[in-house]
């Protein structure tokens, strides 16, 4: 699977951005897609992520602020970020969680897009 980013950039404090993800490769076989960042000198945390089922988990600082969206069928997923905050400065990765099974039982993967940019000016 490979992951590919999109939408990045500047804002300023309270501001929006949104970013894209397209998965291309063995769609069929992610079992849920995510956002996740790491801002310089700390270590790289969830944001959002989306099941197959459409279940939405998010990290306490960014609930009711950013919103995540997304056909895994597709491959694709979306995180709208609104009222943007300096401390949401950080490279965003979206992550597809993938799941093979045989009849020897399943083997988990993860596979990271390349991170885009997201600085929040104050």
């Known amino acids: 699977v490979q992951l590919v980013e999109s939408g990045g950039g500047l804002v300023q404090a309270g501001g929006s951005l949104r970013l894209s993800c397209v998965a291309s490769g063995r769609v069929s076989d992610i079992d849920s897609l995510g956002w996740f960042r790491q801002a310089p000198g700390k270590q790289r945390e969830l944001v959002a992520t989306?099941?197959?089922?459409?279940?939405?988990n998010y990290e306490a600082s960014v609930k009711g602020r950013f919103t995540i969206s997304g056909d895994l069928a597709k491959g694709t997923v979306d995180l709208q970020m609104n009222r943007l905050r300096p401390e949401d400065t950080a490279v965003y990765y979206c992550?597809?969680?993938?799941?093979?099974?045989?009849?020897?039982?399943?083997?988990?993967?993860?596979?990271w897009g390349q991170g885009t940019q997201v600085t929040v000016s104050s």
């Open positions: 992550k597809a969680a993938v799941v093979v099974r045989t009849i020897e039982g399943r083997a988990d993967f993860d596979y």
């Open positions: 989306i099941t197959s089922a459409r279940t939405t």
